[in-house]
C-alpha cells in the first residue's frame, strides 16, 4: 500500500516536471514582456462624452510582435473604474507613419490591417465595455508584426493613435440610453459638420460625438473626475525564425458590397419585435456574405457586439463553423461584472493551429443576433480575426523544440532521475499531503 502511494506519487512528480520544462521551453526561445501604459488623463463629469484621438501614445519601441493588447479605464489611483459610472463605448488604437520631429496629428498616414472595409475600420486593436473579460492573447509562434525598420520609408517614423470614447453616465435618467447615443437625450440634431441628422436617424455616433451631453436627473451637480484609458502590451523582440506574423481583418455585419467594394456603415439599429411575438423568438438576425482577398489559419477569433446582443459567428462555405463568439453579461456592481452589460465576448483558439483555415476568396456567412425585446440604436457587430499564411510553412516553435534536445533533455532527464534519488531516499516521508505540497 505504501509502496503503491510512492510509485503513483513518482509518476505525478515526472508528469509535473515534464509538465514544468515544456512550459518553459515554450516561451524559453524569446522572451515576453508585458508594458503598461496610461492614456492622456480624460475628464469627465455626469453626462458628458469624450471621443478623442491621442496621437503619439507610449508604444514599445523596436522591431516587435505584439502578443496581447488590452485596456480598462482606470481613475486617477488606477482603481477600475465600472461601466454603469463610466461607459467605455470603445477604445480603438491605429498604427501609423509620420514626418520624423513633425507633431503626428497633423501629418500621418494610417498603415490599416489588412482589410476589408473600406475606409473605415483600419485599427490593429480595438474594442469596447467587453475588454475586461476578452481574451487578446496570440498563441505562440504566432505574433503581429510592428516596427520593421525596413517598412518605415526615409524620414518617417512610427507611431500609434489611441481613441477612446467615453461616455459618463453617472446620474443619467436613462443610463442604457446614454450608452446607446440616442440623440433625444443628447438634444442633438445635427452631425458634426453641422448637417441635419435624417428624422429616421435615432442615434449612434453622431449624437455622442466628444464634448456631447446626455441627460442627467434634474438638479444633479457631479463631480468632475480624472480617468485614463491604461492598456497592458504584451509583446516579444521579433526573430523571424521563431515567430510567425498573422494578419488583421475586421469583418462588419453592415458590410455593403454590391458596388464593388466594401461599404461599412459600421452601427446600426434594432427595432422591437412585433406584439404577440413569443419573447424568445424576438432575435433580430442579420446574415452578410463577404470574403477575403487571401486566405490562412485561423489563429484566433472574436466578435464585438453591444448590449442586447445575444451571439455572432462565422461560417465556411459548406457551413462549416469558422468561429462563435458569445457575449457575457454582469450580473452584479462591480467592474468587470456590471449588471445589464456585456462584460465579455468568448474567443476562439483553434487548436491544433492551421485546424480552421479560410481559403482566398472563399464565401464567409457572417452571421449577427440580438435580442429585439427592446429596440436599439447604434449597436454594432465586428468580426476581428488573425490569420497565418497556411503556406508555405515558416518553422514552428515546435519544430524548434524538437530540434533542442541536445541541451534541453539532458536538464530534464537529470531533473527526473534527482526526484527519483530524492524519493527514494526519502520513502514514507513522501505519503502525506504535507510532503506532497513541499515539493510542489
Ligand atoms: C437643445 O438644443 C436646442 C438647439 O440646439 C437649444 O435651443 C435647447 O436649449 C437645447 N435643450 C436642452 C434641454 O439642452
Ligand atoms: C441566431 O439566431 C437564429 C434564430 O434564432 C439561430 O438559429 C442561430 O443559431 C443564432 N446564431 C447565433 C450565432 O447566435
Given at each position: 500500500m505504501a509502496k503503491n502511494s510512492s510509485n503513483h506519487l513518482a509518476i505525478i512528480l515526472i508528469i509535473l516536471v515534464?509538465?514544468?520544462?515544456?512550459?518553459?521551453?515554450?516561451?524559453?526561445?524569446?522572451?515576453?514582456?508585458?508594458?503598461?501604459?496610461?492614456?492622456?488623463?480624460?475628464?469627465?463629469?455626469?453626462?458628458?462624452?469624450?471621443?478623442?484621438?491621442?496621437?503619439?501614445?507610449?508604444?514599445?519601441?523596436?522591431?516587435?510582435?505584439?502578443?496581447?493588447?488590452?485596456?480598462?479605464?482606470?481613475?486617477?489611483?488606477?482603481?477600475?473604474?465600472?461601466?454603469?459610472?463610466?461607459?467605455?463605448?470603445?477604445?480603438?488604437?491605429?498604427?501609423?507613419?509620420?514626418?520624423?520631429?513633425?507633431?503626428?496629428?497633423?501629418?500621418?498616414?494610417?498603415?490599416?490591417?489588412?482589410?476589408?472595409?473600406?475606409?473605415?475600420?483600419?485599427?490593429?486593436?480595438?474594442?469596447?465595455?467587453?475588454?475586461?473579460?476578452?481574451?487578446?492573447?496570440?498563441?505562440?509562434?504566432?505574433?503581429?508584426?510592428?516596427?520593421?525598420?525596413?517598412?518605415?520609408?526615409?524620414?518617417?517614423?512610427?507611431?500609434?493613435?489611441?481613441?477612446?470614447?467615453?461616455?459618463d453616465i453617472r446620474g443619467a435618467e436613462d443610463k442604457m440610453g446614454c450608452a446607446e447615443c440616442r440623440c433625444n437625450l443628447y438634444n442633438v440634431t445635427v452631425d458634426g459638420d453641422g448637417g441635419a441628422l435624417p428624422s429616421s436617424y435615432g442615434g449612434g455616433l453622431s449624437c455622442c460625438r466628444d464634448d456631447k451631453r446626455c441627460k442627467v436627473k434634474e438638479g444633479l451637480h457631479g463631480e468632475k473626475r480624472s480617468l485614463y484609458l491604461r492598456y497592458t502590451v504584451k509583446y516579444v523582440d521579433w526573430d523571424s525564425s521563431l515567430i510567425v506574423p498573422v494578419k488583421i481583418y475586421v469583418l462588419d455585419i453592415t458590410d455593403d458590397w454590391t458596388q464593388a467594394r466594401h461599404n461599412c456603415v459600421v452601427e446600426f439599429d434594432i427595432e422591437t419585435c412585433d406584439v404577440g411575438v413569443e419573447k424568445n423568438d424576438c432575435i433580430d438576425s442579420k446574415v452578410v456574405s463577404v470574403s477575403l482577398p487571401s486566405g490562412g489559419d485561423v489563429v484566433y477569433g472574436v466578435g464585438h457586439q453591444h448590449a442586447g446582443a445575444t451571439g455572432t459567428a462565422l461560417y465556411g462555405e459548406g457551413g462549416r463553423e469558422i468561429c462563435s463568439s458569445k457575449p457575457r453579461y454582469g450580473e452584479g456592481n462591480e467592474a468587470g461584472n456590471e449588471v445589464g452589460f456585456i462584460v465579455g465576448m468568448s474567443t476562439c483558439y483553434p487548436s491544433p493551429a492551421g485546424s480552421v483555415k479560410i481559403s482566398a476568396g472563399e464565401t464567409l456567412t457572417f452571421v449577427s443576433n440580438y435580442s429585439s425585446v427592446h429596440s436599439h440604436t447604434g449597436v454594432m457587430t465586428l468580426f476581428y480575426l488573425l490569420l497565418a499564411d497556411s503556406s508555405p510553412k515558416p518553422p514552428t516553435l515546435a519544430d524548434k523544440i524538437t530540434t533542442v534536445p541536445f541541451f534541453v533533455w539532458p536538464i530534464v532527464l537529470l531533473g527526473v532521475g534527482l526526484l527519483l534519488v530524492a524519493l527514494l531516499a526519502s520513502k514514507g516521508k513522501f505519503g502525506n499531503a504535507e510532503g506532497y505540497e513541499a515539493i510542489v
Open positions: 515534464l509538465q514544468q520544462t515544456s512550459a518553459a521551453a515554450d516561451h524559453g526561445n524569446y522572451f515576453v514582456k508585458t508594458k503598461v501604459f496610461r492614456s492622456p488623463e480624460i475628464v469627465l463629469e455626469p453626462g458628458l462624452v469624450s471621443d478623442k484621438n491621442y496621437y503619439d501614445v507610449d508604444f514599445p519601441r523596436g522591431h516587435i510582435a505584439i502578443k496581447s493588447f488590452n485596456a480598462e479605464l482606470v481613475d486617477e489611483r488606477e482603481n477600475p473604474v465600472p461601466l454603469h459610472e463610466t461607459y467605455l463605448h470603445h477604445w480603438v488604437l491605429d498604427r501609423y507613419y509620420a514626418p520624423k520631429n513633425s507633431d503626428h496629428r497633423s501629418d500621418h498616414t494610417i498603415i490599416r490591417n489588412s482589410g476589408i472595409c473600406h475606409n473605415t475600420l483600419k485599427q490593429y486593436f480595438g474594442i469596447g465595455a467587453e475588454t475586461r473579460r476578452t481574451a487578446t492573447d496570440i498563441p505562440d509562434p504566432y505574433g503581429i508584426q510592428v516596427g520593421d525598420p525596413a517598412g518605415i520609408p526615409a524620414g518617417y517614423e512610427e507611431g500609434w493613435m489611441l481613441n477612446v470614447h467615453a461616455i
